[in-house]
């Protein structure tokens, strides 16, 4: 599931990339795109996409909705046969295994992380620094990380409605739902290797999202001299 708005530049190659990924596994996979308040064009590429990807339009302005209404919509559609949700978002582009090891974790949600593959526009020196920052909650020897973001991660479409699904939140939707899977009681795999590259932009859609905590993180003062 990916919400978007106005984000016709980025959707055919996060499209493509999650249609890849479907064709890694065995089970029948609904990709669904909620189009929020878009006035870009982005309905259009339903022409391009054909059948295989759902375009559902909604008017929310707000992320947290977007993701909700999303899941909804594969529910009332495609009842409870659906098993598993994973969702990523527009300007995000997942691997090929990216489904493959969600469905082989053996948990009830799994976390992964993100990689930027573009920093033409970012100071070298700040790059590095946001790098460090961002590694610094990578734990390979633990098999681990501490990072929670709404472009990469997968959960049991059950423990999905047991917990309440996404909340209506303008930003930080992602961690409350992690939150109430950990309230619950249900397994969590923070994988390392799912990742999925990501924009560097620092204007997003969401108020405090993954832009504005780049935005945050190049902004502080460099201590590096190189």
């Known amino acids: 599931m990916v919400p978007a708005h106005n984000e016709v530049c980025a959707l055919p190659d996060c499209l493509?990339?999650?249609?890849?990924?479907?064709?890694?596994?065995?089970?029948?996979?609904?990709?669904?795109?909620?189009?929020?308040?878009?006035d870009d064009g982005s309905s259009a590429l339903a022409d391009r996409f054909g059948p295989t990807v759902h375009f559902l339009p909604i008017e929310a302005h707000n992320v947290g909705k977007a993701r909700a209404a999303g899941f909804s919509y594969a529910r009332a559609r495609f009842g409870d046969g659906l098993t598993w949700y994973a969702t990523t978002d527009a300007d995000s582009?997942?691997?090929?295994?990216?489904?493959?090891?969600?469905?082989?974790?053996?948990?009830?949600?799994?976390?992964?992380?993100?990689?930027?593959?573009?920093?033409?526009?970012?100071?070298?020196?700040?790059?590095?620094?946001?790098?460090?920052?961002y590694h610094a909650k990578i734990h390979r020897d633990r098999g681990g990380h501490e990072h929670i973001h709404g472009a990469n991660m997968g959960f049991a479409a059950d423990a999905y409605w047991h917990v309440?699904?996404?909340?209506?939140?303008?930003?930080?939707?992602?961690?409350?739902?992690?939150?109430?899977?950990?309230?619950?009681?249900?397994?969590?795999?923070?994988?390392?290797?799912?990742?999925?590259?990501?924009?560097?932009?620092?204007?997003?859609?969401?108020?405090?999202?993954?832009?504005?905590?780049?935005?945050?993180?190049l902004a502080r003062p460099a201590r590096d001299s190189a």
């Open 164 to 217: 309440g699904g996404f909340t209506e939140q303008a930003t930080g939707e992602d961690v409350d739902l992690v939150r109430r899977f950990e309230a619950a009681g249900y397994r969590i795999r923070r994988d390392t290797r799912l990742s999925v590259v990501t924009s560097a932009r620092q204007i997003g859609r969401a108020p405090a999202g993954f832009a504005a905590h780049l935005r945050g993180a």
């Open 16 to 38: 493509t990339a999650l249609l890849a990924a479907a064709a890694r596994v065995d089970l029948p996979v609904t990709v669904i795109v909620v189009l929020d308040a878009c």
């Open 93 to 133: 582009r997942v691997d090929a295994n990216w489904l493959l090891r969600q469905l082989t974790a053996q948990a009830d949600m799994v976390l992964g992380v993100v990689r930027i593959n573009n920093w033409r526009d970012i100071p070298a020196a700040a790059a590095r620094r946001y790098l460090r920052a």
